[in-house]
């Protein structure tokens, strides 16, 4: 019988902890076979002596028998006490997290004691913070790890995210099942199982470590098949014990915090939806212009407090907001939010483990100027230099609209005679024919073959070479399938991928920085883009940058979306739409509409990076 839960009925007795018990007997069964296994040669040699010995095995024939067996068993017995060296001294994967000293957060550690006693376990050793919406036990009581103050008890690791957004008391109600897995862990059987378990799983990946000579890594790769071959065996019954486990722990909890539990697993959810669009929108941008945000936990408040205003199903949450925040548990939650910031960065970007001039923080007061705008004006440089690369091509004919009572600029965006760095130049390039506009028949076809020279060109030029694998072969073969909409929005596209391939075989590789689990970032945030993605992304970047200088707009930040252009103090959102008429289907009339009505003049030259 271990403990005893909040309802008084011992931990025995929880059909949960039943469950994870017997599971974890099944996985040491497994260990027990393979023990079996190693020694049955040598127990059979040793029947074969004493039957020598008292004179039933004698002759030619059992002699050899027994030098034979005697030496599987040698043979045998070397390989299973390698293959226990290895599981036992090879080092168990942790989970990046900035730890929690309890004098940096003593009302936390006071917390989660209390809700210990509470639910009868013994409390966690320590408390860590991981940049993720989620929370659980994690065992460090390998020496490698180093020990915790508490012995052999789990660490609790919080999602920190959770400790700015949730309430004091939604936070305990949280944890409480999770608090409550440290009474199944201490058991015996429970933790001894996941020993083992967790020793193989590391002893399969050291035939990976860097560090090994040839015949160290062969003799890792058959350790490390072996240690597989029993993973497999014992991987179903460690599954369902830890399942029975957290059973356990939620049957424990039930009688602590259960109804606000149930309002805090909602915030949970919207605590996920807001963490991942501001990693996605938000901070992925500043990572790629090497700055990273120090406080992505604040802004993760910000960001759900404007999911909350635009949709009504979350309205009442954000009243919430007046009760005490979890993060008041902490001594200096800046200094903690910084931390973990740092550590998003790495997890999820590959960033380096220490601040440096190429890899500086940015506050979310300085984020339009040090990274909207840079980003801005960063892709209208590569969009230029793209276009300059190209060349002249052939145009459609400017047609009535090109004369008086056009737009400003619209003349020279028919006819491309300024080279400087102008919105007008961008769009000449990209319209395409419109019916009733005058265009000449084969202008299309002009368009289109200029644009297959360039992209031939671009790749003689090496475009495609280091990096070009990731970025921009498989994006340009997906560009070729496309249907026919506009051609030289298709050219470009092709042309602005190898760039930015070439771009990113150029830059310095940084030092391969190594976690836990492999090279980070573990969690790469970087989605699929297809050419005109990456095309529309910088035509969007070019019309920002236009009415940046000339007129009264500015760059901003929307919590939800990432980078804004901000007209009259209110975010744009309708240029998306006429950005994409002009790549997609080459009418640039309504981006011509959307410059006119917020006084943006195209043919002015953009300052660029």
Known sequence: ???????????????????????????????????????????????????????????????????????????????????????????????????????????????????????????????????????????????????????????????SPFLWWMR????????????????????????????????????????????????????????????????????????????????????????VDYGVRIVAQEQVGLAYAGWDRLLTRVALPAWRMGRWPARLDAGVVSALTELSRRDRLAEGFASRLGERPACDLLEEPGAVDEATSLLAARLFHGGPAEPGPDWAPVEWSQYPEEVVDRKWRADAARLHQVLDGLGPAGRPDPGPHAGAGAAPGEASDASDASDGPTLSRVMARLSTARPGAGNTPGAAEAAHDAGEGAYAAAAGQGAYEAGAGEAGAGEAADEAALPEGNPAADALAAALTAQTAREEGLRPAAPAAEGPDGPLPLFPLQPPRTG?????????????????????????????????????????TDLNAVVLALVEDGDPEPLRAWLTRTGVRPEKPVRLV
């Open 1 to 159: 019988m271990y403990g005893v839960s909040g309802t008084g009925s011992v931990i025995g007795e929880e059909l949960g902890a039943r469950a994870a018990r017997a599971r974890a007997l099944a996985v040491l069964r497994v260990r027990g076979r393979a023990l079996g296994a190693a020694v049955l040669p040598a127990a059979v040699a040793v029947v074969l002596y004493a039957g020598g010995v008292t004179g039933h095995f004698t002759g030619p024939g059992w002699d050899t028998a027994r030098w034979v067996v005697t030496a599987l068993a040698v043979v045998v017995l070397l390989v299973a006490a390698a293959v226990a060296l290895v599981v036992a001294r090879a080092r168990p994967a942790v989970t990046p997290t900035v730890e929690l000293a309890e004098s940096s957060a003593p009302d936390l550690y006071r917390m989660v004691r209390d809700l210990a006693d509470r639910l009868g376990v013994p409390a966690p050793s320590a408390i860590a913070l991981t940049p993720d919406c989620d929370s659980w036990l994690e065992d460090r009581s390998h020496p490698a790890h180093g020990r915790h103050r508490g012995g052999d008890a789990p660490v609790l690791v919080i999602g």
């Open 168 to 255: 004091v008391a939604e936070l305990r109600a949280v944890l409480a099942p999770v608090v409550a897995g440290t009474g199944p862990a201490a058991h015996p059987d429970i933790a001894a199982a996941r020993r083992f378990v967790r020793g193989l799983d590391a002893a399969v990946a050291v035939p990976r470590h860097p560090d090994l000579d040839p015949v160290r890594r062969l003799g890792a790769r058959g350790v490390g098949r072996l240690a597989r071959i029993m993973l497999k065996g014992c991987r179903g019954h460690a599954a369902e014990m830890e399942r029975g486990v957290a059973a356990a722990g939620s049957e424990r909890a039930q009688a």
């Open 532 to 572: 005109r993605d990456l095309l529309a992304d910088h035509v969007a970047a070019m019309v920002c940058c236009a009415a940046v200088d000339t007129t009264e707009a500015a760059p901003g930040l929307d919590w939800l979306d990432g980078p804004a252009l901000l007209v009259a103090g209110e975010r744009s």
